[in-house]
């Protein structure tokens, strides 16, 4: 070997061996700051779940009678909570599916129609406004399993993402059964989309993808982030929307347990 090329190789074995070590280093500050800010999460939605369950206990009459009129503030109060709840639990997930690469979820079996109206109970004055209403249609549905708590996030995700973005008629939501599987589709008339945003709209960092305007695109952490946590547990996640406007968010969810990556069954 000549002098040149074992220069040129000492180079080449210096440059990888930094590289890696810059790649180690920048994998263990991004750990670290995942886990401060998974901290930072877990604070915030302390408070947020005193002041939800505050709001639910005058609402159910345990402090004595609410008059209407602030009886329809105090439900705004609890729904607006329970929805700040659910986008720190969605950032949590994403801090912890991208920056830590640590995700597991544990999945039981859980009933569609009592989550559906677990969440129409606690978020639906927010969903259901100016005499928009939500037809449900989830009857003989078998349970699926899921994350109990990750499955009532996806759903009042689904609901607050067909109520920013409709601009006529009511809400539709329909379960069926499919093999093996349970499917919840969410249908809604919105504006029209572009195909390359219908296309992209599940992509993990759609929300944060370059905009030549100043339009909202989507909702709390995105359709792509329901879509990671809906495979974590076995499940899957789509979104279509026709030339019309129409539009349909589904999710499918397995009715037994199947075994997708970091996904396991609660012991």
């Known amino acids: 070997m000549t002098a040149a090329a074992a220069f040129l190789g000492g180079v080449a074995a210096g440059a990888a061996l930094c590289g890696l070590g810059g790649w180690l280093l920048w994998r263990r ?8 800010l998974s901290f930072a999460g877990h604070e915030i939605n302390t408070p947020l779940t ?3 369950m505050t709001a639910l206990n005058f609402l159910s009459g345990i402090f004595g009678e609410i008059p209407p009129e602030q009886a329809k503030w105090l439900q705004m109060l609890r729904a ?3 929805r700040m709840g659910s986008i720190v639990g969605e950032l949590r997930d994403l801090i912890h599916h991208h920056m830590r690469r640590d995700l597991v979820v544990f999945v039981e079996e859980v009933s ?3 989550t559906v109206d677990a969440v129409l109970r606690a978020v639906g ?3 259901c406004e100016s005499g928009v209403h939500v037809k449900a249609e989830l009857d003989g549905l078998p349970p699926v399993m899921a994350d109990p708590d990750r499955f009532f996030r996806t759903v009042s995700s689904m609901f607050f993402h067909a109520r920013k973005f409709r601009t006529v008629g009511d809400m539709r939501l329909q379960g069926r059964s499919l093999p093996g599987e349970v499917e919840i589709a969410l ?3 919105g504006a029209k989309l572009s195909p390359d945003d219908v296309d992209h709209s599940l992509d993990l960092f759609y929300p944060a993808r370059r905009r030549k305007d100043q339009m909202l695109c989507c909702v709390g952490m995105g359709l792509g982030m329901l879509r990671v946590v809906a495979r974590l547990q076995g499940g899957d996640f789509d979104f279509t929307a026709k030339a019309d406007g129409r539009a349909r968010l589904a999710l499918r969810m397995p009715t037994t347990v199947k075994p ?3 996904a396991a069954r609660r012991p």
């Open 187 to 189: 249908e809604y008339t």
């Open 50 to 52: 005193a002041v939800s």
């Open 29 to 36: 500050e991004l750990a670290r700051l995942g886990r401060l």
């Open 112 to 114: 569609v129609p009592e």
């Open 125 to 127: 004055s927010s969903v």
């Open 80 to 82: 607006q909570s329970s």
């Open 260 to 262: 997708p990556a970091k």
